[in-house]
């Protein structure tokens, strides 16, 4: 299992190397994103989970046991992506000439054009962002308090709808603001900070680690624009392991908890903290499960002793991607896309109840693979994908721009917001996320950019 951990690592110092005249300006190019997810699902995850052990714990034991067949399904990918890449270096390096050769900020100020295209984009995303955090408080979108979840879960049209379908947005909103931060004046600033300190109440008190660290992580990252010294990026990023170490456990601790599941207001949450903090035993023992959470999906239980002799799954379930196009919320009884929380159920043989209606555990791409399809499955669905992929990247590389049109600016920046959106869910849920969501996002980004355009242009004049 470490071993195979180590392996995810040197793919990702692989897409670095082959990224690598990308990075003076630009903290995540498209493979780079890939990869570093990657590396935390079959590399940083199983490695935590090699050196922590169970500590007797059955559910873990799970991803111990079975984790190494996993990870080469992962190996499988990881591999048909980086060999696909190696031809790209002569497009990557003749795109990385067009982008800023200092950083952002740098270039930010001796460039009014790009200058007020990025206020215009605080002006337009900070408004997206407030419209966010009020309809998914008042919708109970980021509570993970059992009632409140159960209750969210099971309506179709809710208040956040509207800004829920565009989250990539909110992605963008925290890449941009230590660029903002250091480019704006005080009154945005005093706007800016006041949106991202109610952000941050209220993901503390929701429950929800990805609301916390995923934000946190981009904030590192967008501190690429306005940072020259390697050195503290480095120790803000171990400032970061730290935060993600301790407080993953003191979360997950405190939402399962009664104290918090009885709190009435925000003050009973915080007693609930409290509490936790108070006894250390459990907080101990959940860290052993940093490793399985990051590994994330349930991958593992398809080669546990019930479920290694199942028959092929084949095209079973795939119907479904007839209806594509067709937005759940226009056709409420279309057949399911995103499949992956009912298959990892059924490996697992959850017995239905009121708590697992609403949890909603995950299966890869290459598991999916590998259940439908065998090995060759596996081998030729890998390199479909990657090749796939690959096409889309060298239009990437060829289209960006940070000095060009806004939609291409905000097409530079694209690549980042996969980092918590991960696209390789079942084969289902990849489809969606290739020929749906992306084509859905290029379309805002250019309604966008066009926006943003038209008024520097009305501006200017």
Request: hydrophobic share 50%; proline share 7%.
């Amino acid at each position: 299992m470490a071993l195979l951990g180590f392996c995810a690592i040197w793919g990702l110092t692989l897409a670095l190397w082959v990224e690598a005249p990308l990075l003076q300006s630009l903290p995540l190019p498209p493979l780079t994103v890939l990869l570093f997810g990657l590396c935390l699902r079959w590399g940083l995850g199983p490695l935590l989970l090699a050196v922590g052990g169970s500590g007797g714990d059955p559910f873990v034991e799970i991803w111990i046991r079975y984790g190494p067949p996993a990870q080469l399904l992962w190996l499988s990918l990881t591999a048909a992506l980086l060999l696909l890449a190696l031809p790209q270096k002569r497009v990557i390096a003749s795109t990385a000439l067009s982008q800023p050769q200092s950083s952002w900020f740098v270039e930010a100020i001796h460039q009014p054009r790009l200058r007020s295209k990025l206020r215009a984009l605080a002006g337009f995303l900070s408004i997206y962002m407030g419209a966010y955090i009020t309809l998914s408080m008042l919708s109970g979108a980021f509570d993970r308090q059992f009632d409140a979840y159960v209750s969210w879960t099971q309506q179709l049209w809710r208040l956040d709808t509207p800004v829920a379908a565009f989250s990539r947005l909110r992605d963008l909103w925290f890449l941009l603001f230590p660029l903002w931060w250091r480019l704006l004046g005080r009154p945005w600033r005093w706007f800016l900070g006041a949106e991202m300190l109610a952000f941050l109440a209220v993901a503390l008190l929701s429950g929800s680690r990805g609301l916390l660290f995923y934000p946190v992580l981009l904030l590192l990252f967008g501190l690429w624009f306005v940072l020259s010294d390697p050195r503290r990026i480095r120790r803000l990023a171990v400032a970061m392991a730290v935060l993600v170490f301790v407080c993953s456990p003191l979360i997950y601790v405190v939402r399962d908890s009664g104290a918090f599941q009885r709190a009435e207001n925000w003050t009973g949450r915080l007693e609930a903290v409290g509490v936790a903090l108070m006894q250390p035993e459990p907080l101990l023992n959940k860290t052993r499960w940093l490793g399985r959470d990051l590994y994330a999906c349930h991958d593992p239980y398809l080669f546990t002793p019930d479920n290694r002799e199942q028959p092929l799954a084949g095209t079973r379930g795939l119907g479904s991607l007839l209806y594509l196009w067709v937005p759940k919320h226009v056709l409420p009884e279309r057949p399911v896309l995103f499949d992956g929380h009912l298959i990892a159920k059924q490996l697992q043989r959850v017995t239905p109840s009121a708590w697992s209606e609403v949890w909603f555990p995950c299966l890869s791409l290459p598991a999916d693979l590998m259940r439908r399809w065998a090995l060759p499955g596996v081998l030729l669905g890998s390199v479909v994908v990657a090749a796939s992929l690959q096409f889309l990247f060298r239009l990437w590389y060829q289209t960006v721009s940070a000095s060009g049109s806004t939609f291409q600016l905000l097409l530079l920046l694209l690549p980042v917001t996969y980092l918590q959106s991960f696209p390789f869910g079942t084969v289902s849920e990849t489809a969606w996320a290739l020929f749906w969501e992306l084509p859905k996002y290029l379309l805002v980004f250019w309604l966008l950019g066009a926006g943003v355009d038209r008024y520097l242009a009305r501006t200017d004049t």
